[in-house]
C-alpha cells in the first residue's frame, strides 16, 4: 500500500470502515431523495435542466437519468435501476429503497464487528428463500381484459394522477391486446406513440389505426376521405439525377426536349399504373384512394393524383410503413409493375386535422388492426413528457403480465409475506448468516412502510397491524393506502408484474453485496497527479 502511495502521494485513499461508511451514505442519501415518490400517493419531483426545461415526475427511471449524480456508489446503484427498467420497466424506485435498506440493516451487524462476507452470505441464503416464496404466492391466472386493466392501473397510478391514469389504462390495455397474436412475442414498437400539443391531457385516446405527423401536399386533394382503399408503397415518383455525373451535349433544342420528355415519362407510366389501378378498384363508386408512399412525390405527379381524386402522402416514416399494413391490411409495394387489388389495405375513414402549423393525418376505422396509435393530449411539453414515460411504463406491465400469466398481489403485500417466510427460515441456515437473514427480511419491509408514509399514516403502527393480521389469517395483505388499514390486495385489484418482484430480489442482492465487500476505494486517476 505504501508503495502505491510513493508513487502517487496525491492519490484519496478510504479503508475499510471509512469506505463502508462512504457507500453507504451514498446509498442512503439516493434512497431519502426517491423515498417519497414510492406508491400511488408519492409526490413529484421537478427537474429543472440547465436550459430552463422543466421535468415534473415521480417515475424513479426518470429521475435517476435526469439526475447528475456525482458519486461513483450512488451512480452505481442509479445503473441497476436502469437496468431495472430496460429488462422489466417498472420497480426502479423499489430497487433503490431496498438496496438503500438493506445496506442500512447490515451497517447495524457491521457495526457491532460482524464481517460484511458473512452479512453477504445471509442475503444469498435469504434471496433464494424469497424466490421460492415468489414461487408460491404468484397467482397464475387467465390474463383477461380485467386482470390486465387491474396490472396497469397499478403500474400508471403511481406515475401519474388518478384521473390521468383511468384514462390511460383503458388505452395501454386494449393497445396491447390489439397488437397482441397469439404464439408470438408481442412487439410494443407497433404502437405509435403520437403527441398533439393541445386539450387536455384526459382526452388522450388510443386510435385503431394510425396516426401521421404530414398531410396531402396538394391543395385540392381532399381532406377527409371514406371508405378507402390504401396503398402503401416505396417507389420514387419524382424525377431522380442519375447517380453518375454525367454531361450530355445536345445538336439541337428539339433533342433535349425529347430527352426531358423521356425522362418525365419514366415517372408518368409509374403515376398511371397507380391510376389505373384506382379506376379498376373504385370504378364509378366513391370509394377513396389514397396513397402513402415512403419516398418523394414531385408536383406534377400530385396533381395527376389530384385531378383523379387521390389522396397522395409522401415521404412517410418507415417504421410507418410497418404499420400501416398491420393496421389497414394489404402488402407494402416496392414497384409498381405487379398492382393488383389484393396490395391494397382498407380503412373507412382517412382525414386530416390541422394543428398550427403542423398537420396530422388520421386512417381509422380498419377492420381488424394489428397496429394503434396512442394520441398524447396535453397543453404542455412537461404534461405530454410525463405522460408519455407513464404510457411505456403502463405498456411494459401490461405486456409482461401477458408474457409472465401469472401476478403478484401488490401495495407491500409480497414484501410482508416474503419477511415472514425469512423469519421462519432464520433458524435453518447455519451460524452468523443468520444475521444477514433478518437484515433482509427487515430491510424488504421498507416497501410497506413508505407506501404508509407517503399516504400519510405512521408506517410502524400499519406495519405491526398488518403482520399480525397475516400471521392470523395467511392470506396476502397490503396497506389500503386510503384507511391505512390492512387489505387483501388480490381482491382489491392491486397487481404487480411476477418479472418485475423477480428482478428486483436479484438485482438488489447483488448491488449490495458487492457494495458491502468493499473495503478500500482510492481515487487516484490521472488528474489527481497534476501538481
Known amino acids: 500500500m505504501s508503495a502505491i502511495k510513493a508513487l502517487n502521494p496525491k492519490a484519496e485513499v478510504a479503508r475499510a470502515q471509512a469506505a463502508l461508511a462512504v457507500n453507504i451514505s451514498a446509498a442512503r442519501g439516493l434512497q431519502d431523495v426517491l423515498r417519497t415518490n414510492l406508491g400511488p400517493k408519492g409526490t413529484m419531483k421537478m427537474l429543472v435542466s440547465g436550459a430552463g426545461d422543466i421535468k415534473l415526475t415521480k417515475d424513479g427511471n426518470v ?6 449524480i456525482q458519486h461513483p456508489t450512488a451512480s452505481l446503484i442509479a445503473k441497476v435501476a436502469t437496468a431495472q427498467d430496460d429488462m422489466t420497466g417498472d420497480g426502479t424506485t423499489s430497487n433503490v429503497l431496498i438496496i438503500g435498506e438493506l445496506l442500512k440493516q447490515a451497517d447495524l ?43 396497469a392501473s397499478t403500474s400508471l397510478r403511481t406515475k401519474v394522477h388518478r384521473e390521468l391514469a383511468d384514462v390511460l389504462t383503458e388505452a395501454v390495455v386494449d393497445a396491447v391486446l390489439a397488437v397482441k397474436n397469439p ?28 396516426v401521421l405527423d404530414h398531410g396531402a401536399r396538394h391543395p385540392d386533394m381532399k381532406k377527409r376521405v371514406e371508405d378507402a382503399y390504401i396503398l402503401t ?53 366513391n370509394k377513396g384512394f389514397v396513397v402513402i408512399n415512403q419516398k418523394g412525390v414531385d408536383p406534377l405527379s400530385l396533381d395527376a393524383f389530384a385531378k383523379e381524386g387521390i389522396v397522395a402522402l409522401r415521404r412517410a416514416k418507415r417504421r410507418n410503413m410497418e404499420r400501416l399494413t398491420l393496421a389497414c391490411g394489404g402488402i407494402a409495394m416496392n414497384s409498381v409493375e405487379d398492382l393488383t387489388p389484393e396490395c391494397l389495405g382498407h380503412a373507412g375513414l382517412v382525414y386530416e386535422h390541422t394543428l398550427g402549423e403542423e398537420k396530422f393525418t388520421f386512417v381509422e376505422q380498419c ?23 407513464a404510457v411505456r411504463d403502463g405498456l411494459r406491465a401490461v405486456k409482461n403480465a401477458v408474457e409472465d400469466g401469472c401476478v403478484v398481489p401488490g401495495a407491500g403485500a409480497f414484501e410482508v409475506a416474503v419477511a415472514d417466510g425469512l423469519i421462519k427460515h432464520k433458524a435453518s441456515v447455519k451460524g452468523r448468516a443468520q444475521l444477514g437473514v433478518q437484515a433482509f427480511a427487515d430491510a424488504l419491509l421498507v416497501i410497506p412502510k413508505v407506501l404508509a408514509q407517503n399516504s400519510g399514516y405512521d ?19 397490503g396497506v389500503n393506502l386510503n384507511t391505512g388499514e390492512p387489505m387483501l390486495a388480490g381482491e382489491a385489484g392491486v397487481w404487480d ?7 428486483l430480489l436479484h438485482s438488489c442482492t ?22
Open 367 to 389: 377492420d381488424n388492426p394489428r397496429s394503434v396509435t396512442l394520441l398524447l393530449k396535453g397543453p404542455n411539453k412537461h404534461t405530454l413528457t410525463q405522460i408519455k414515460d
Open 183 to 210: 404464439n408470438e412475442p408481442i412487439d410494443l414498437f407497433m404502437v405509435e406513440i403520437m403527441e398533439m400539443k393541445h386539450k387536455t391531457e384526459s382526452d388522450t385516446n388510443l386510435v385503431k389505426g394510425l
Open 459 to 477: 408506517p410502524q403502527e400499519t406495519l405491526v397491524k398488518i403482520q399480525t393480521e397475516y400471521s392470523a389469517s395467511g392470506q396476502l395483505l
Open 109 to 151: 451487524y457491521i457495526s457491532e464487528g460482524l464481517h460484511p462476507r458473512i452479512v453477504t452470505e445471509g442475503f444469498e441464503a435469504a434471496k433464494v428463500k424469497a424466490l421460492e416464496i415468489l414461487e408460491q404466492v404468484k397467482i397464475t391466472k387467465e390474463m383477461d381484459r380485467d386482470t390486465l386493466l387491474n396490472v
Open 63 to 68: 429521475l435517476l437519468h435526469e439526475m447528475q
Open 233 to 285: 408503397c416505396n417507389v420514387s415518383l419524382e424525377y431522380e439525377k442519375t447517380e453518375v455525373n454525367s454531361g450530355f451535349f445536345y445538336k439541337s433544342a428539339d433533342e433535349r426536349e425529347k430527352f426531358v420528355q423521356a425522362e418525365r415519362k419514366f415517372i408518368e407510366d409509374r403515376v398511371n399504373k397507380i391510376i389505373a389501378l384506382k379506376r379498376k378498384v373504385c370504378g364509378d363508386t
Open 497 to 503: 408484474n411476477y418479472n418485475v418482484k423477480k428482478q
Open 510 to 531: 447483488v448491488i449490495a453485496s458487492n457494495i458491502l465487500l468493499v473495503d478500500e476505494i482510492m481515487r487516484a486517476g490521472m488528474s489527481s497527479l497534476k501538481g
